[in-house]
């Protein structure tokens, strides 16, 4: 499942960054920020002039002392180019990075607000997330919904809001309920246990209403998967009416007809009460369909 879930209105490639960007935005959890380009610039020319002092101290060494000194100058000589390739190519490198978490940086503050982190969750909140989201591909996944035996243009509108809601109410609880169980941790008066409880039962309520919505989710999942068998079983059945000609012309040439013919008319039988039973599953799948629609 996601790590991340966006907000069905961010626009869809900042939605997919988003998606991508699970570790950056847990480092941000943690307090990290990327330099500002310009501390970034300052902190390698301090190196580069590092870098040239230690450079220049060998040289005059070398100069000074021409016996032995003459061997640590030609190292350098050796050396120097293979120092600034490789400085140059690590300074390229750490640009890079920088750059793209510069970027994922900016994208996640400026979307703050419209992306939840299921790490964010207490354990009881991604629970019911992971249920909401199986619920959800368990619908997009079904060939019902690729056929278009469903509503597919409004699942593929009224899911994703779905989710996302579940997530943001998740989101906002998880909190909540975090900072209720510490301070409820730190031992209560008999006034504040008072007044603790009440808002402890109106966390209770408000979970309880997310829980109604991914129990509605499951229903038409649910009933989504009934309309998966009945369409799968009809189909096999219209395989075989298809060659039911095939059959007869068997059966006649091999003198079966007493043994066959009642088997034909049950495959017939059978063909149509499948079809019923999957008009119904549709049906029902439409019906609990609308106890999502706000």
């Known amino acids: ?63 000074g002392g021409l016996g032995r000194g003459l061997g640590i100058l030609m190292l350098l000589l050796m050396l120097i180019p293979v120092m600034v390739v490789l400085f140059v190519r690590n300074d390229l490198t750490e640009e890079d990075e920088d ?17 939840v982190l299921t790490d964010d969750l207490d354990e009881s909140s991604r629970r019911l997330l992971t249920r909401a989201q199986r619920a959800i591909a368990t619908v997009t996944g079904s060939r019902v919904n690729a056929e278009g035996m469903l509503d597919d243009v409004r699942n593929a509108v009224m899911l994703p809001a779905q989710e996302w809601e579940i997530a943001r109410l998740l989101a906002k ?21 008072a007044v603790a409880r009440p808002l402890a039962g109106a966390l209770d309520s408000s979970e309880a209403a997310v829980l109604a919505r991914v129990e509605a989710l499951e229903r038409y999942a649910a009933n989504v998967t009934e309309a998966e068998r009945a369409y799968v079983a009809h189909e096999q059945i219209e395989e075989l009416r298809g060659r039911v000609h095939q059959y007869e012309e068997l059966v006649a040439e091999t003198g079966a007809d007493g043994f066959a013919v009642p088997e034909l008319e049950r495959l017939a039988r059978d063909a149509d009460r499948l079809e019923q039973a999957l008009r119904r599953s549709v049906s029902s799948a439409h019906e609990a369909f609308r106890y999502l629609e706000p």
């Open 173 to 193: 609880l998880s909190a909540l309920r975090t900072k209720h169980r510490e301070t409820v941790s730190q031992g209560l008066t008999p006034e504040v246990e």
């Open 99 to 115: 750059a793209y978490e510069r970027q994922i940086y900016e994208q996640l503050r400026w979307y703050e607000g419209r992306y």
């Open 1 to 63: 499942m996601a790590d991340v879930v966006v907000d069905p209105g961010v626009p869809p490639d900042d939605a997919q960054l988003l998606r991508q960007s699970r570790l950056v935005l847990m480092k941000m959890r943690q307090g990290w920020a990327p330099e500002s380009r310009r501390a970034a610039s300052s902190a390698r020319y301090r190196m580069a002039a590092g870098f040239g002092t230690v450079a220049l101290f060998g040289l005059v060494l070398g100069v």
